[in-house]
């Protein structure tokens, strides 16, 4: 129940789908290492269905939230967060850092 209503949240406030959140994560954690993840990478990292997370790319690129270098014809394509996506990034986490920790003191009370 919590789960979804953090999805539907997700979705209204900041138009973002959670796996695209979970790319836009994964992401962030390779730079984070000093790395710039391959979309193959992405996929073998979360698990997820090939087809949603190139979707979700995709939908990132174009919200300007991730950039895509292709590179050389040779090379595979290298993922970055950009401005917008960390500061997206940011919020979101903020936001689900505040209602897990209000969903914690919520159930101390209980």
């Known amino acids: 129940m919590v789960v979804e209503s953090l999805k539907v ?9 959670w796996t ?23 996929i073998s990292t979360s698990g997820k269905n090939r087809g949603w997370i190139y979707r979700a790319i995709r939908k990132l690129n174009e919200k300007s939230y991730i950039s895509f270098w292709k590179g050389k014809p040779f090379e595979a394509g290298r993922l970055y967060v950009a401005v917008l996506g960390r500061i997206t990034l940011r919020r979101i986490n903020a936001i689900l850092t505040r209602r ?3 969903i914690r003191g919520d159930s101390l009370v209980v």
């Open 100 to 102: 897990i920790r209000g």
């Open 9 to 17: 949240d997700l979705l209204k406030e900041f138009n973002i789908s």
């Open 20 to 42: 695209e959140y979970l790319v836009l994560c994964l992401i962030n954690e390779f730079e984070k290492q000093e790395r710039n993840p391959t979309p193959q990478e992405i």
